[in-house]
């Protein structure tokens, strides 16, 4: 009962203290879209935004200081033992304060191998200033037509970060302060450290074993892809049971839905394309506002909370036009008893399906509130984003959109919908491999398991093996071919980990809530998954609900248990769901004499 005590007093301090600063969050976010007003600029904004990283920062490494000698196996409640694992081990947070300032710097300098504008189109930047890989070098990329060109790009980049090692280096040495950060929670081995909340024995094995599960379908879509490349770039001279090379592979990414794109989809005549609902969205929904209320709709038709008047007059507000950056997205803001949302202005079907993915968050935000601090999370990270996916897949159903009468009929032509799963295929299916191969990267790495001298080769053994992706030419130790997604990738907050997750769980949760609506009869082609909308169904809601409500309370296991009666990764949902473009595939491939699969090309250096 005293160490019960004393704990709950720690424990009680340190919620005033996070009061504290939800109250500083909560200025911040009334100041920045005051009404009328003078608004905050942007340098106080980030001011006021420096400052509660940095009371937050100390409240979580004194308070995990502090629990970390608790004996936990002497408490008695649950939820509090449960507490106490949680706010005692911490990730970067928990780097002492001068090495704490030196991996937020190193982030910074990663942040700016691909936001910075850094890189002179061929080597010349007087007649027109340096680019920027993202989002400037990407857009080159997505709209070339000349292979010799997407290799300058991709050249150039790997050149400019590197000069004078610079991005190996910063690499090295923020892998050293993760394994500081490891020492300081007990972990011997790194990787439990990055992996914290998966509090899962071995969690990179079970996302490999996904990968695996997902294998067959992704080598016929390599296969399919790899006859178009050798059609559109001979030059790339790609061989018909090779890899295809990775500034290709970058390109195909960033033309998921480029209407301009190199290869050709299952139907590429006109009549066949997939209608465009830009002008009708403009139309029928004429506002952000009014999809913004359409987003908040879906979620109440399932039995969700409705939002007040209050909500929508204080706590949800326009961004300016300038302020979104280039994505454009829309944040929450939490601070207890409030939620609030700034939102995006753009009018757009992408945004559309994003801002439901912002009202997912918006209304798990929301229930969580009911769990003390320290629980009041998602239970491992990417479990929230997992569930957002699901409404965004929804909401870009054609039965969707002819809900919301921007579509005139609940379904496109059969060669219409293979075309569409053929798109949602290239931006689901190519990226997956890519987000596991940079976190077992980063893991192996951080482990031990990959040595300085081997970097460059490692990884591009995990590109052959994974994704049949190889570099455009032969590289050396010297060289450090890591993609710019992977230096996004580093920050926990964003982490691969993170992606993978919220992707293969979130066509989990989607399959699981669109056979609750049953909106999902397997077998019936008038009701596969790809378009099945679980809107109004108060099952899919009450699954919902009931995880949201749990916070991080529970195991994430045992939260995922709630709406899908599994445990474990599947690639179950992703296969579903692709099930009719897979059986395409397979078809094409043997029309065309094209075997899937590649040589693995062990990596041997010059």
């Excluded at 300038?322 to 949302?341: M, W």
């Excluded at 700034?342 to 009018?347: A, E, Q």
């Amino acid at each position: 009962a005293g160490y019960e005590q004393a704990t709950q007093q720690i424990l009680k301090k340190a919620t005033d203290r996070m009061h504290l600063i939800w109250h500083m969050k909560r200025r911040i976010f009334l100041q920045l879209t005051a009404k009328g007003k003078s608004p905050m600029t942007g340098g106080q904004a980030l001011s006021g935004k420096q400052e509660v990283e940095a009371d937050t920062y100390r409240l979580m490494y004194e308070l995990a200081a502090n629990l970390s000698v608790v004996p936990v196996s002497l408490l008695g409640d649950p939820l509090l033992r449960r507490r106490v694992q949680r706010l005692a081990k911490l990730q970067l947070q928990g780097l002492r304060p001068k090495d704490y300032e030196q991996a937020k710097d190193l982030l910074r300098t990663t942040h700016n191998f691909v936001s910075g504008q850094i890189v002179c189109p061929q080597e010349d930047c007087s007649a027109r200033g340096p680019l920027a890989m993202y989002p400037q070098i990407v857009n080159k990329n997505m709209r070339s037509k000349l292979y010799e060109e997407l290799l300058v790009n991709w050249f150039g980049w790997r050149k400019a970060i590197n000069e004078k090692e610079l991005a190996k280096s910063t690499f090295i040495d923020y892998v050293r302060l993760l394994r500081i950060a490891a020492t300081y929670n007990g972990h011997v081995t790194p990787s439990r450290t990055w992996y914290l909340h998966y509090d899962t024995e071995n969690f990179q094995a079970e996302m490999e074993a996904v990968v695996w599960e997902i294998m067959p379908l992704y080598r016929e879509l390599h296969a399919y892809l790899r006859h178009e490349v050798q059609a559109a770039y001979p030059k790339a001279d790609t061989k018909s049971d090779g890899a295809i090379s990775a500034p290709v592979m970058d390109q195909i990414l960033s033309q998921d839905w480029y209407p301009h794109q190199f290869f050709r989809t299952p139907h590429p005549s006109r009549q066949h394309q997939l209608p465009s609902v830009h002008r009708r969205l403009e139309e029928v929904l004429v506002t952000p506002v009014k999809i913004n209320r359409k987003a908040a709709e879906f979620f109440e038709s399932l039995g969700l909370n409705n939002q007040s008047a209050t909500f929508w007059d204080r706590w949800s507000r326009r961004m300016n036009d300038d302020d979104g950056g280039l994505e454009c997205k829309s944040q929450v803001y939490y601070f207890p008893p409030d939620v609030a949302l700034r939102y995006c202005p753009k009018l757009d079907y992408k945004k559309m399906m994003q801002i439901h993915g912002t009202m997912a968050e918006l209304q798990y935000n929301i229930y969580k509130l009911s769990q003390p601090f320290g629980l009041d999370t998602e239970p491992c990270p990417g479990f929230g984003a997992a569930i957002a996916e699901t409404a965004i897949l929804a909401s870009g159903t054609p039965r969707h959109l002819e809900r919301l009468h921007i579509l005139l009929n609940k379904s496109l032509s059969e060669e219409q919908s293979l075309n569409r799963l053929f798109r949602m295929g290239v931006h689901t299916l190519i990226a997956v491999p890519q987000y596991f191969i940079n976190d077992k990267f980063l893991v192996d790495v951080m482990d031990g398991r990959i040595g300085v001298k081997d970097y460059n080769c490692a990884y591009w053994n995990l590109q052959d093996k994974f994704a049949g992706v190889q570099p455009p030419s032969s590289r050396n130790n010297k060289d450090f071919d890591l993609d710019f997604k992977f230096y996004r990738g580093m920050n926990p907050e964003t982490s691969n980990t993170k992606k993978f997750l919220a992707e293969i769980l979130g066509f989990q949760f989607y399959r699981s809530f669109c056979l609750a609506s049953d909106q999902y009869r397997p077998g019936d082609p008038e009701y596969p998954l790809h378009n099945c909308d679980f809107y109004g169904s108060k099952e899919a809601g009450k699954k919902m609900r009931d995880m949201m409500r749990l916070g991080s309370s529970r195991h994430w296991r045992d939260v995922m248990e709630i709406a899908t009666g599994e445990r474990k990764l599947s690639g179950r949902g992703i296969l579903e769901y692709f099930a009719p473009l897979f059986t395409w595939l397979k078809e094409r491939n043997k029309q065309l004499d094209i075997e899937p699969g590649w040589d693995a090309d062990e990596c041997e250096y010059i």
